[in-house]
């Protein structure tokens, strides 16, 4: 069984950073291409950022290029997202996820994953 559980939102101010979690228990997320989505109230779910098995391959949404950095540290089997100068339109509840089968390919389309955290919010507000 696959379960993802997400972790790190909060409430930030514009220009401040926060670090999202994405940890997995009953399988290696190394092998798997990991991806970052976000969807707020009354819009569609969106890719934030991907990342491929051993990280050769990143993708980035044009909205968070250069501000959002994906890594993996293997040892703790957990993906994160490093979010820095972060806006009042990056406010949205974050998901990882991962696809039905394991691939070296990168894509920022949700209906490309099969299994899915619960979610954390992320609120940018002064």
């Known amino acids: 069984q696959v379960h993802l559980v997400e972790s790190g939102g909060g409430l930030v101010q514009p220009g401040g950073s926060l670090r999202l979690s994405c940890t997995a228990s009953?399988?290696?997320?190394?092998?798997?291409?990991v991806g970052w989505f976000r969807q707020a109230p009354g819009k569609e779910r969106s890719g934030v950022s991907c990342?491929?098995?051993?990280?050769?391959?990143?993708s980035y949404g044009n909205a968070v290029k250069g501000r959002f950095t994906i890594s993996r540290d293997a040892a703790k089997n957990t993906v994160y997202l490093e979010m820095n100068n972060l806006k009042p339109e990056d406010t949205a509840v974050y998901y990882c996820a991962v696809p039905s089968v394991s691939r070296h390919v990168c894509e920022l389309t949700p209906v490309e994953y099969a299994y899915w955290g619960q979610g954390t919010q992320v609120t940018v507000s002064s």
């Open positions: 990342m491929t098995p051993n990280g050769q391959i990143t």
């Open positions: 009953e399988f290696s997320l190394d092998w798997w291409t």
